[in-house]
């Protein structure tokens, strides 16, 4: 599988200070786990954690889930001794970093070469290690192009509505909800398309961030909708009860699967019968070309990782 195309329509987030909660998140149906020592951590746990988290990934039993680890960003003291208890400890059980607020193409550099010697030492492979680049102010939205090319390793780019609400000093506290007396549209719409258009262009993974009313599911349903409409690959969850509405929301309904395979086969089988001469077809009523094609490709290949 491409690194960059693992499932990830919920991404669930877990306190690594908490070795309980370590222990339940691995029978949790979430696509993603990611162990965090950053805002979830308080500063006197941090050192615990990192011991946690190691254990944890050591023991294993996370099934298929892709398994992360939230570092503290480089503006801390706390980041470089993340790294290296982390991967040391458990680099051969660990999919990807997430590195938070990303200022710029140059924090990523460092956290790849960082990871690259702490691989050489320990006799990992080289560049397995991902990196996930979490956008939580304007400076990293304005450098988010050269961000997500900073370094192979990068594979998903993340908003991270809380930080990024809080430093561009927009009115509002609930996350993800418009902020009051903006009445004229979806004031998070420009930077989820500018973050979108960068993981495109460069093939990885749009991901959504929180939603903290964590009772109120019609509430996360609404929101990560909008996100999944766009285009993005998924969100973070942080209860077990947001799980099932993201993974829903971030699949293809299965009407949607079924009509793409249709389109895939039916464009497949006039375009062949017609000697590669003819680049349009008829599926129904409908009228399929090359464009058709590759929307339904889309479709089909999100419905395929979810396993439809
Ligand atoms: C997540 O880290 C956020 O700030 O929303
Ligand atoms: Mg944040």
């Known amino acids: 599988m491409v690194e960059s195309q693992r499932p990830r329509r919920s991404c669930l987030a877990v ?12 029978g949790l149906p979430a696509d993603q786990v990611f162990l965090d020592l950053e805002d979830a951590c308080a500063p006197l746990v941090k050192p615990e954690g990192r011991k946690n988290i190691v254990a944890a990934l050591n023991e294993g039993g ?17 980041t470089y001794r993340d790294v290296v208890e982390v991967v040391e ?47 939580e102010n304007a400076q990293g939205l304005i450098n988010v192009d050269a961000i997500a090319t900073a370094s192979p ?19 509002s506290l609930v ?16 930077i989820l398309m500018r973050i979108l258009m960068a993981a495109r262009a460069n093939d990885l993974q749009a991901i959504d961030g929180p939603y903290l009313q964590i009772k109120d599911v019609a509430g996360f349903k609404r929101v990560a909708g909008r996100s999944a409409a766009l285009g993005f690959d998924g ?34 089988y006039y375009t062949s019968e017609a ?29 395929r990782v979810a396993g439809m």
């Open 62 to 78: 996370w099934a298929n889930k892709t398994r992360v680890v939230r570092v503290n960003d480089w503006t801390t003291e706390w």
């Open 235 to 268: 969100k973070w969850v942080l209860h077990p009860g947001q799980i099932d509405a993201a993974n829903e929301l971030f699949s293809p309904r299965q009407e949607d699967y079924d009509h793409a395979e249709n389109i895939l086969d039916a464009y497949d």
């Open 275 to 303: 000697g590669g001469k003819k680049g349009s077809a008829m599926l129904g009523d409908e009228m399929i070309d090359e464009a058709s094609r590759k929307m339904a490709l889309v479709v089909a290949g999100k419905g």
């Open 15 to 26: 306190p690594g200070s908490n070795p309980r909660f370590l222990e339940k998140a691995k």
């Open 153 to 171: 390793r990068v594979e998903t780019i993340i908003f991270g509505p809380a930080d990024f609400m809080a430093s561009i000093n927009m009115k």
């Open 89 to 135: 400890g458990a680099g051969a059980n660990l999919d990807c970093l997430m590195l938070p607020k990303v200022q710029n193409a140059e924090q990523v550099r460092a956290l790849d070469m960082l990871v690259t010697q702490i691989e050489k030492a320990n006799g990992y492979e080289v560049g397995r290690i991902g990196i996930e680049a979490q956008i």
């Open 175 to 190: 996350v993800g909800e418009q902020p009051p007396g903006y009445d004229v549209g979806d004031a998070y719409h420009y």
